[in-house]
Nanobody, 122 residues
């Protein structure tokens, strides 16, 4: 089975940092772009960042530019999202997902993890 598992979420104060990890199994990892998305109750899931399988293409939503860094270690089948200078509005469930092409469109992602909660609060 193709599985994605997020880890690293938690409670952090405004201005703090967290690093999320998305570990995959069951597919050829470097053939897939990996995206990070987030969702809060009552709102649609939104793209945060995505990274292509192997050519280095990266996308950041405007809300993440300058604060978040996406990276991947294909040997470990893991994608990371380093989040710095966190704000209360970053609070959400963060999901990772896999797509056969580089895209920021959620509908183009075929495989999704279960999510990890990030709460930014004082």
């Amino acid at each position: 089975e193709k599985l994605l598992v997020e880890s690293g979420g938690g409670l952090v104060q405004p201005g703090g940092s967290l690093t999320l990890a998305c570990t995959a199994s069951g597919f050829t990892f470097d053939d897939y772009a990996i995206g990070w998305f987030r969702q809060v109750p009552g709102k649609e899931r939104e793209g945060v960042s995505c990274i292509s399988g192997s050519d280095g293409s990266i996308y950041y939503d405007d809300s993440a530019k300058g604060r978040f860094t996406i990276s991947r270690d294909n040997a470990k089948e893991t994608v990371y999202l380093q989040m710095n200078s966190l704000k209360p509005e970053d609070t959400a469930v963060y999901f990772c997902a896999a797509s056969g092409s580089f895209t920021a469109v959620p509908a183009n992602y075929h495989y999704w993890g279960q999510g990890t909660q990030v709460t930014v609060s004082s």
